[in-house]
């Protein structure tokens, strides 16, 4: 093997294992994280563009004064699903402050005014696809399918490793190497 192809083995082992760690430090970053916070996956259409299906949001508790028209709140239905839509109108009624809501996606408002206090919180910002990590990572399927992936960088890691330690084609054949016997002149 000549020494670019070896430097490139070389180089392209440390970006994958740098890549391999970054990863891995993501997956338990993400573990961790949806232990000490609240964190949603958005499951539907409803709120797209702005919300694309399989992102993950965190909704952070507000105060409900300082909601506005236009927020994105998720909010805990009567059955206890989570809704994540936009505040279009904010009503003072007799039995409390309520919220319409209504997602982007929607031609009409939700059908049922929102108490606030049924507000779980204000949706701030959106990482698009990385809901679909953290549904993986709560299902035993997607924990082993994670596992494999990891699994197989690092075989990928040691072959390339291999690769660029493996000794050159004209060293194995003893080319241009001294053969440590004696030769007589002829």
Not at 19 to 32: F, Q, R, T
Not at 104 to 133: K, M, S, T, W
């Amino acid at each position: 093997m000549n020494r670019s192809l070896a430097t490139a083995a070389r180089v392209t082992e440390r970006a994958l294992s740098a890549l391999w760690l970054v990863a891995l430090a993501a997956v338990v970053g993400l573990a961790v994280w949806s232990h000490l916070a609240t964190l949603v996956v958005v499951a539907g259409g409803s709120m797209e563009p702005a919300m694309p299906r399989g992102s993950l949001i965190q909704p952070r508790p507000v105060d409900p004064d300082q909601l506005a028209i236009g927020d994105i709140v998720t909010v805990r239905a009567d059955n206890g699903v989570l809704v994540t839509h936009r505040i279009v109108r904010i009503a003072d009624l007799p039995a409390g402050q309520h919220i319409e809501l209504r997602g982007d996606a929607n031609d009409n408002p939700d059908p049922v005014l929102v108490p606030v206090g049924r507000v779980v919180g204000r949706v701030d910002y959106v990482v698009p696809g990385l809901g679909y990590l953290l549904s993986m990572l709560t299902t035993w399927t997607g924990i082993l399918a994670i596992l494999a992936l990891f699994a197989a960088a690092l075989i990928g890691l040691s072959l390339l490793e291999d690769l660029g330690a493996a000794p050159s084609s004209a060293a194995a054949d003893g080319i241009g190497q001294a053969s440590g016997r004696a030769h007589a002149p002829h």
